[in-house]
Structure formats: structure tokens, C-alpha cells
């Protein structure tokens, strides 16, 4: 068990320090098997299977809608939050003022519709918090600890605990949508976990209706990070045969 | 058989919709359809059977809130086929039907409602992204399923606090839960200080998906409150638990009523309207009397009457489906009269000025709170004059405004009559209560934990 959590940290590790979409990814889908793992063995082993099969599925639809959207690059030093500016020419600040052709457009409205820039958040100051909020996860599950009972008890209650501080903290600092998205997976698995090791439920019923949350979870996370990244590009024989028509 | 129907229907539906989706019109009528077979089943539902293993209990307000529920999302389905809105927001509506009706049925097992409460609200979720590439609804939706998520942690922890009591009879524990629960409701209803998501995806998101995010969860989150307190009285039994719970109801009453007044903004005047509303509503739920509970469930049918409303009267004014920009609304009174008087009637009916929709429900709130401790009710009184005196400043502004230099938006005739329709039904309701408030007492007087 214990070999397990540490491969569940390395998954929550990779799931919210990592810039690197793909990277984040595959350590949402390793949360699900490490997760699988210990509820297999905490709870019952078709509790355990059920999560393979739903981290399978919400990895996949979360894969398909990442697939061709551009990858984040890490800040390299803390910048202020600061509204973007949008391009010259495109309604933005240039050094040649335009003269004005409409009245000033609402500044409320305005930065409402503009994207803001992320956090400033290091890769290094990301993995120091993840280190704090697991040693938080770690007194919590020692003088706290609501899941379980037995020799397992204190590793049970350490792994929700840090799936759900973890998870909170990787949804608090972004505004990238994949990152807010396997933020709240993780979260709303560390409840899950928490309930399946304190009462060892193992209802068939329950466990699809928790399943479909994940699901429908993921697919607004695929929706939200196709949308954030604008229409899909018409091609160019598609163009020529709208003007034809 | 019913049980499973009802939950299978809307999502059976919603599958059709979605895929009949470029035919508007069959989509719409099949979703009206299927709702309506909801509200026929749901009528002569039996009160107890299996659904999927799970034992079904359904709870005397939980069916009456269900009624309630279809048929404000029939009028909202109505509405936006007349506006001719995205079709594919009729299969995210039926799908959340789908889910609203289930958290209903499986009240008994509240860990499973609470689970098919989170449902519904990222099912209604997906109504507000009808199209790639529209960041400013991205960004609304976000926000929307981070606090739905949040809200149904609150409501999931609760009872697996609630079962933990059950075995260990620690009376923390039963404040714990409590706590847990007004949370997910303060936050599923949107009150203050809660109300994080309500601002933003009534500005930006599509009038129909912000109606349904509103009206239907938000009753259902007091239908939720009220099978669980009656299931689990010890949650309610402290005193101390519900001077402090109906608090923290006074604070987001108090609270939503002095921002709504700072508001220059039609939406966001309507947002904080609604974040005070819920306020009054919590109150009232934890008063645990049949007075304050009644004027709970009146209160929340007549906030979600007013808020749907209000929504589709900007719906009118607008353009492209969203809440219009205030320089839209400019001049409505000569463009489109009756739809500023829909405005007023849904406004003052959201502050809890009589003869409107949610005064009688709202009166009993105050009587239950000044049974209570009647500094309690002045202060929700006050909330309310506030919330007046908002509104009478917006609509003033309104009236004596020149006419917008924005072309006016064409509407359909049917759309107008929908709208003095409800303006109409708000202000019987108001005038007339005792009918409604006959059924609701019929109702609680069946659940013998209540004070």
C-alpha cells in the first residue's frame, strides 16, 4: 500500500504542477489506477475496478478534445495579474492613436470578453505549494482521520486528504480550463474515496451514478477547453464551395 | 414502471433532441412533449416502489416541487423555441429534467440525491456553452461548474457526516452536517456571499441556460433541504444550530440587498436580487416550523417565477439570446411597453414588494423569524425595502431614458404573451395565495419532525 501512495503522490504531483498538457494528463489517469488500487484493496475489488474504467473513459474524452489545442508554457518569473492588452489592430493600444469611429466601449463589458492572464505561478513555487498541502494532508489525516479504520487507516485518510487539498489548491490558482477541470476531478475523487473507504459501499447504483458524474465532469472539461480556444477552422475548399453557393 | 419512465423519458428525449437538433422546431415540441408526460406521471406517481434498487420514497414537497419544476422548464423550452434560440439547449434542458427528477425520486437515500442534485447542475451546465470559440461563456461556465462541483462535495460530505451520526450519536457531528448542507444550498441557490458564479452567467450566458440554472436547481435545492431535515431531524434539533443557520440566512438577505442597491447594471441588479432572495429562502428552511418552511417552499416557487421572468423580458430586449448591455434596454418603455412592465412586476416581485408572487411566502418567513428573535425580522424586512428601493431607482432610470441609438430587436408576438402570462400569474398568486398555500400546508402538515 504504501508503494501505491507514493505512486498516487507522483500522480498528483503531475497533475497539478505540470504545465504540459499531455503530462497533467497522464497524471490524472495514474491518479485513477493508484486510487483503483487502494480502494481494490480498502474496499472491495469492483469499487477498484470501476475507477480503471472510468479513468480510462474520462481520459480519453479529456485526450480528444486536448489533441491539437497549443500547450502552456510555464511563466519564468512572477508577473503582476494584469488584464491583457488585445493586439494593435485589433481594438487594442498602439503608438497611433485611431481617431475614434464608436463610443467607448464599456470597460466592465470589455474585460469580461478578454482572456486573463494566469497566475504567476513557477513550476518550482507549484511544487513547493503541492509539498505544503501534502504535509497539511499528512497532519490532517493524523489528527483528523474520518475514513477507514485499522492499520491502513492513516494512509487511507492520507490519500483523500491530499487528493482534496490538492485538487482545491490546483483549481483556486488557474484559469486554464484543463487545469481547473482535473482540479476538480480530484477533488470530487477524494470525496469519493473518502465515502467508499468509511462506508465501503459498494451498490452497484452508486457507483454509476458517481461514474456519471465523473463522465459528464470530464466532457464539460473537453467542451470548455475546445471553446476557450476558438472555432474550428473552416478550410479552404469548404470557403470556396460557401462562395460558389 | 413510473419511477423508471420518469427518469428514462427526459433522457431518452434528450438523446433525440440532440441528435434532431438542426430541426429546431421537432426538437422543441418533443422536449415540451416529453416534459409534459413528466408532469402527468409525476401526478399520479405512487409513493413508494424501487427505482434501479434503490428504494423510492417520494417525499410529499419533493413531488410538489417536481410539478413545479417541469413545468417552469416546459415555459422556458417554450420560450426558447419561440425566440428561436440553439436547439441543443433543449437536450441539455431534458437531460437535467432527467437528473432532477431522480435526485427526487432517491430522496430517501440522500448520498444518491445529493449525487443526482450535482448531476443536474453540470447537466444544466452544458446549456451555457452553445457555441466553440465564445471565451466570455467559457469563462461563465467555468465558474458555474467549479461552485456546482463545490456544492455537491458539501452536500456529499454531509451525509456521509450524517451517517457517521447515526452510528456514534455525537452531537457535533449533527452540526457539522448542518453546516455542510446550508453551504451546498447557500451556494446552489447563489446566496450571498456565495453568489460568486450568479453575476457573471447572468451577464454572459444565454438567457434560456441562465433560467434554467435559476429556477429548476434552485428549487430543487429546497426540496432537497426540506426531505433531509425531515429524514434527519437531529440536524435541525439544536437551537443553537438554527439561530445560527437562519444567521447566516439574515447576513446573505442583508448582504445581497446592500449590493444589488450599489448595482448600476439591469443583470447585475437582478443577480444580487436573487443572491438576498436565497438569503430569505435559507431563513426560512431553518427556522424548522411549518411557517417559516412553508414560506420557504412559497418564497422559492415565486423567486423562481420572478427570475425567469426577469430573464426573458432582457431575453426580449436583446439581440443574440444574452443579457442585453443597459444601453439596450434604454427607451423600452415606448419600444416594447409591456415587456417593461414584465420587468417591474418580476423586479418588485424579486424584492418581496405585495401584491407579487413572492410576498405571501416571504411574509411567513418574517413571521417565523420574529417568532424567533425579532431583530431577525426587521432585518429581512429592511433587506427587502432596500431591495425596493433598487429597483424603483433602475426602473426610474428606465422610464426617463431617451430611446437607444441600438436598432430594436424583433420578437414574436407569443413571446410577449408568455411573458403577461406570468406577470399576470405572479400577481394573482400574490393577490390570492390561499389555494397554493393550502396545498403546501397539506403537504408539511405530513411530516411530523416539523415544529
Not at chain 2, 227 to 241: C, I, K, Q
Amino acid at each position: 500500500m504504501v508503494i501505491t501512495l507514493a505512486f498516487l503522490i507522483l500522480a498528483i504531483v503531475l497533475a497539478t504542477a505540470s504545465y504540459n498538457r499531455p503530462v497533467a494528463l497522464v497524471g490524472l489517469g495514474l491518479h485513477y489506477v493508484a486510487t483503483g488500487v487502494l480502494l481494490g484493496e480498502a474496499a472491495g475489488i469492483q469499487i477498484g475496478l470501476e475507477r480503471f474504467v472510468v479513468g480510462a473513459v474520462v481520459c480519453a474524452a479529456i485526450w480528444l478534445a486536448i489533441a491539437g489545442v497549443p500547450v502552456l508554457k510555464a511563466p519564468r518569473r512572477l508577473k503582476p495579474i494584469v488584464r491583457a492588452n488585445p493586439a494593435p489592430g485589433a481594438g487594442g493600444t498602439s503608438d497611433i492613436q485611431a481617431p475614434p469611429t464608436a463610443p467607448p466601449p464599456d470597460p466592465d463589458q470589455e474585460a469580461a470578453e478578454q482572456p486573463r492572464q494566469e497566475l504567476a505561478t513557477t513550476p518550482f513555487f507549484r511544487l513547493a505549494t503541492i509539498a505544503l498541502c501534502l504535509i497539511g494532508a499528512v497532519g490532517l489525516a493524523q489528527n483528523y482521520p474520518l475514513a477507514g479504520s485499522g492499520e491502513q487507516a492513516p494512509l487511507l485518510n492520507f490519500a483523500w486528504y491530499s487528493l482534496v487539498i490538492a485538487g482545491a489548491f490546483a483549481t483556486a490558482i488557474t484559469r486554464d480550463p484543463l487545469a481547473l477541470g482535473i482540479g476538480l476531478l480530484l477533488v470530487f475523487s477524494g470525496t469519493e474515496f473518502a465515502y467508499a473507504v468509511w462506508t465501503a459501499a459498494t451498490k452497484p447504483n452508486l457507483l454509476a451514478v458517481l461514474a456519471a458524474i465523473h463522465l459528464v465532469l470530464a466532457l464539460l472539461i473537453s467542451y470548455l477547453v475546445r471553446a476557450s480556444v476558438g472555432p474550428p477552422e473552416a478550410s479552404p475548399e469548404a470557403d470556396k464551395m460557401g462562395d460558389a453557393r | 414502471m413510473s419511477y423508471a419512465l420518469l427518469v428514462f423519458i427526459p433522457f431518452g428525449v434528450s438523446t433525440c433532441a440532440y441528435l434532431a437538433r438542426r430541426a429546431r422546431t421537432l426538437a422543441a415540441w418533443m422536449s415540451i412533449g416529453a416534459i409534459a408526460l413528466e408532469v402527468l406521471l409525476a401526478v399520479g406517481l405512487s409513493d413508494r416502489g424501487q427505482l434501479l434498487g434503490i428504494a423510492v420514497d417520494v417525499h410529499p414537497v419533493a413531488r410538489l416541487i417536481l410539478v413545479a419544476t417541469l413545468t417552469l422548464m416546459a415555459a422556458t423550452f417554450f420560450y426558447a423555441w419561440l425566440m428561436g434560440r440553439d436547439s441543443s439547449f433543449f437536450a441539455s434542458g431534458l437531460a437535467t429534467a432527467g437528473a432532477i427528477t431522480a435526485s427526487i425520486l432517491t430522496m430517501s437515500e440522500p448520498f444518491v440525491a445529493s449525487a443526482f442534485v450535482m448531476l443536474s447542475a453540470l447537466f444544466a451546465a452544458f446549456g451555457l456553452l452553445p457555441q466553440y470559440g465564445s471565451k466570455k461563456h467559457a469563462m461563465a461556465a467555468a465558474r458555474y461548474i467549479s461552485s456546482m462541483v463545490m456544492a455537491g462535495i458539501c452536500l456529499l460530505t454531509a451525509f456521509m457526516v450524517v451517517g457517521e451520526f447515526l452510528v456514534a450519536r455525537e452531537p457535533l457531528l449533527a452540526r457539522v452536517a448542518t453546516a455542510a448542507v446550508v453551504m451546498g444550498l447557500a451556494i446552489l441557490l447563489a446566496a450571498f456571499p456565495f453568489h460568486f458564479w450568479l453575476p457573471r452567467v447572468i451577464e454572459q450566458a444565454p438567457i434560456v441556460a441562465s433560467a434554467l440554472l435559476i429556477g429548476p436547481i434552485g428549487m430543487l435545492g429546497v426540496g432537497f433541504f426540506i426531505a433531509t431535515v425531515d429524514g434527519f431531524p437531529s440536524m435541525l434539533a439544536d437551537e443553537r444550530t438554527r439561530t445560527l443557520a437562519m444567521l447566516v440566512g439574515t447576513q446573505a438577505a442583508l448582504g445581497g440587498a446592500v449590493l444589488a442597491y450599489s448595482q448600476r447594471r439591469l443583470t447585475h441588479l437582478l443577480a444580487y436580487s436573487l443572491a438576498s432572495a436565497a438569503g430569505a429562502t435559507i431563513v426560512g428552511l431553518a427556522s424548522g416550523s411549518i411557517l417559516g418552511i412553508g414560506g420557504a417552499v412559497l418564497s422559492s416557487l415565486g423567486n423562481a417565477l420572478s427570475a425567469t421572468l426577469a430573464l426573458m423580458c432582457l431575453g426580449l430586449a436583446s439581440e443574440d439570446g444574452s443579457a442585453p448591455a443597459d444601453d439596450r434596454l434604454m427607451g423600452l418603455k415606448s419600444r416594447q411597453p409591456f415587456t417593461l412592465i414584465a420587468l417591474l412586476i418580476a423586479g418588485l416581485g424579486l424584492a418581496g414588494l405585495p401584491p407579487f408572487v413572492v410576498f405571501p411566502g416571504r411574509w411567513m418567513i418574517y413571521e417565523a423569524a420574529a417568532l424567533r428573535e425579532p431583530l431577525l425580522a426587521l432585518a429581512l424586512i429592511a433587506a427587502s425595502a432596500i431591495l425596493v428601493l433598487a429597483h424603483a431607482r433602475s426602473l426610474h432610470r428606465l422610464m426617463s431614458s431617451a430611446e437607444s441609438a441600438a436598432p430594436s430587436a424583433s420578437h414574436p408576438r407569443g413571446a410577449t404573451r408568455l411573458i403577461l402570462s406570468m406577470a399576470l400569474l405572479s400577481i394573482v398568486v400574490g393577490l390570492y395565495p390561499a389555494p397554493i398555500l393550502e396545498l403546501i400546508n397539506a403537504v408539511l402538515s405530513q411530516m411530523p419532525s416539523l415544529l
